[in-house]
């Protein structure tokens, strides 16, 4: 993993094909706001928790993928090696100029982030986190982004997109109690 500002990490996690075939794959589900009535109006592909076997199949290759990240988050977050981390929320995540433009600042929802840029294509919807001076233009589609999603010390918002759609993989991930 490379480590591109305090505790935000880029690590390449799939081909591009691999991408464009969660992008195929999603597609063919309805996009609909994660949250309903959320302050933030976003356009989503549940993958976690769902009991829909084509639904399952996608979540199954996303925590393939976390899982092998696994040793890297812990060996970066120390603290991690001896609590349960768990997936909270999974889903894939799409933008575009007649319908989610941009995002507010805002925290997720998990302790750490994954998230995952599926695609080029696009014009605009940078990710910024303004706290570390960074962005993720120039970041390579496959690419995961992980970071304390949830604290104080990683707010981050999306520019708005002025041409085209931009999907993401976004995982939640939650420390929970010690293990044994």
Known sequence: MEELAPDVFAVKVWT???CAWLIDEVSAQPFTPLVPN????TDDV????STEPHIVRLHEMLFTMLYGLKAQIENTWRCLVYLNTECTHSFVHKQSVSAIPDLAEHRDSGDITVLVKLNTGYEGNVTVFPRQGINNTGIEPGTALIFPGGGPTHPHYVTPITSGEKYASVTWLTVGTPTD
Do not use: H, I, N, R
């Not at 959320?38 to 109006?41: A, E, M, R, S, T």
């Not at 549940?46 to 928790?49: A, F, W």
């Open 16 to 18: 591009p094909e691999e």
């Open 38 to 41: 959320d302050v933030y109006k």
């Open 46 to 49: 549940k993958l976690y928790p």
